[in-house]
Nanobody, 123 residues
Framework: QVHVVESGGGLVQTRNSLKLSCAAS????????MGWFRQAPGKEREFVAA????????FYDESVKGRFTISRDNAKNMVYLQMSSLRPEDTAVYYC????????????????WGQGTQVIVSS
C-alpha cells in the first residue's frame, strides 16, 4: 500500500522561507515523477512543481519559478519543497503527489496523494 505524507507547513511572515517534506513509501518511484500542488481558499488546486525521481529533472509553475526549489533524496524516499521569498498569495494547503509517468502539471497523472499541509503567509 502506497503512503504519501507531507509535513513542514505552518505560519510564516512575508519574505521568509519554509521547507516542506514529503515521505513516500510502499513502492519504488524510480522512473516516475513526484509533484507538489496547492489549493488556496476558494480556488482550484493548482500545480506548483515536479521532479523526475531518477534524473532529478524539475519543472515549475511560473508563479514560483526562482522562489521555490523542489528536490529529492533517493536514499530516504523523500521529496522537498524549499519555499523562499514567500508571499501572502502562497497561502494554501500544499499537497504532495506521486507516481506520474512523466513530469506533468496535470493532477490526473499522479495516482497517489497525501492529505496536505497548511501554509499560511502573513503580511
Amino acid at each position: 500500500q502506497v503512503h504519501v505524507v507531507e509535513s513542514g507547513g505552518g505560519l510564516v511572515q512575508t519574505r521568509n522561507s519554509l521547507k516542506l517534506s514529503c515521505a513516500a513509501s510502499g513502492r519504488t518511484f524510480s522512473g516516475l515523477a513526484m509533484g507538489w500542488f496547492r489549493q488556496a481558499p476558494g480556488k482550484e488546486r493548482e500545480f506548483v512543481a515536479a521532479i523526475y525521481w531518477s534524473s532529478g529533472h524539475t519543472f515549475y509553475d511560473e508563479s514560483v519559478k526562482g522562489r521555490f526549489t523542489i528536490s529529492r533524496d533517493n536514499a530516504k524516499n523523500m521529496v522537498y519543497l524549499q519555499m523562499s521569498s514567500l508571499r501572502p498569495e502562497d497561502t494554501a494547503v500544499y499537497y504532495c503527489a506521486a507516481g506520474a509517468d512523466v513530469l506533468s502539471a496535470m493532477e490526473d497523472r499522479y495516482p497517489y496523494w497525501g492529505q496536505g499541509t497548511q501554509v499560511i503567509v502573513s503580511s
